[in-house]
């Protein structure tokens, strides 16, 4: 080669190999503060849960036959405790409510679930199978199971009390057997039933 010719560069080849990049460790204080974060959800989460169930609403399973054909054994529903705290009670409304010390039907339960046929300064009798509420016959919109079985006496609801009955009129242990109901015991309205998923519906 000439010697006043040029220099040509020189190319180096490189591997095609990725830099190798060391992965930045977790400091303690993000380590720390995801921990927090977890535990604060976890805590809400509870405390949600506690407030839903103590005060708005709270399921219930079903252990007998007393509500058929309306609620069948094995059935759970879901009940709401402020449309009892902040609203009404009218007569058709299924309740749940805890068993008066008087239940001498001989059921394992604690809580009970009927249908309010009385309210407070109501009058009721029965003849046959019609039940009579101040003097007119009481006419059941709902599914419900005849004969009506034991008859109701002549009964005047207290204030603060309710008459309550269940659907399956002759296989009940209600109020024609152990009285009125306080409020003070009624827990909640059933409203929805979400099991089985094949009969999920409102009541």
Same mark, same amino acid.
């Given at each position: 080669?000439?010697?006043?010719? @040029? /220099?040509?560069?020189?190319?180096?080849?490189?591997? *095609?190999?990725?830099?190798? !990049?060391?992965?930045? %460790?977790?400091?303690?204080?993000?380590?720390?503060?995801?921990?927090?974060?977890?535990?604060?959800?976890?805590?809400?989460?509870?405390?949600?849960?506690?407030?839903?169930?103590?005060?708005?609403?709270?399921?219930?399973?079903?252990?007998?036959?007393?509500?058929?054909?309306?609620?069948?054994?094995?059935?759970?529903?879901?009940?709401?405790?402020?449309?009892?705290?902040?609203?009404?009670?009218?007569?058709?409304?299924?309740?749940?409510?805890?068993?008066? @010390? /008087?239940?001498?039907?001989?059921?394992?339960?604690? *809580?009970?679930?009927?249908? !309010?046929?009385?309210? %407070?300064?109501?009058?009721?009798?029965?003849?046959?199978?019609?039940?009579?509420?101040?003097?007119?016959?009481?006419?059941?919109?709902?599914?419900?199971?005849?004969?009506?079985?034991?008859?109701?006496?002549?009964?005047?609801?207290?204030?603060?009390?309710?008459?309550?009955?269940?659907?399956?009129?002759?296989?009940?242990?209600?109020?024609?057997?152990?009285?009125?109901?306080?409020?003070?015991?009624?827990?909640?309205?059933?409203?929805?039933?979400?099991? @089985?998923?094949?009969?999920?519906?409102?009541?």
């Amino acid at each position: 080669m000439p010697e006043d010719a @040029p /220099a040509l560069p020189v190319v180096v080849a490189t591997p *095609d190999v990725e830099p190798h !990049v060391t992965p930045r %460790p977790i400091k303690p204080r993000r380590r720390r503060r995801v921990f927090i974060e977890w535990v604060i959800i976890v805590v809400a989460a509870v405390l949600v849960s506690f407030f839903m169930r103590t005060f708005a609403f709270q399921t219930f399973f079903i252990p007998s036959a007393s509500m058929e054909p309306t609620l069948q054994i094995g059935d759970r529903i879901i009940v709401s405790k402020l449309s009892v705290d902040f609203g009404t009670i009218n007569r058709g409304d299924v309740l749940v409510f805890r068993a008066p @010390p /008087a239940e001498n039907c001989g059921e394992p339960v604690t *809580d009970l679930v009927k249908r !309010v046929i009385g309210l %407070p300064g109501d009058h009721l009798t029965s003849k046959g199978n019609t039940i009579y509420v101040n003097g007119a016959a009481f006419k059941e919109a709902w599914t419900h199971t005849e004969p009506l079985g034991s008859a109701i006496g002549n009964v005047t609801v207290a204030p603060n009390q309710y008459f309550m009955m269940g659907d399956n009129h002759g296989n009940s242990c209600d109020s024609r057997m152990w009285g009125t109901v306080p409020r003070s015991y009624i827990i909640g309205k059933a409203f929805l039933r979400i099991w @089985p998923i094949g009969r999920l519906g409102f009541l």
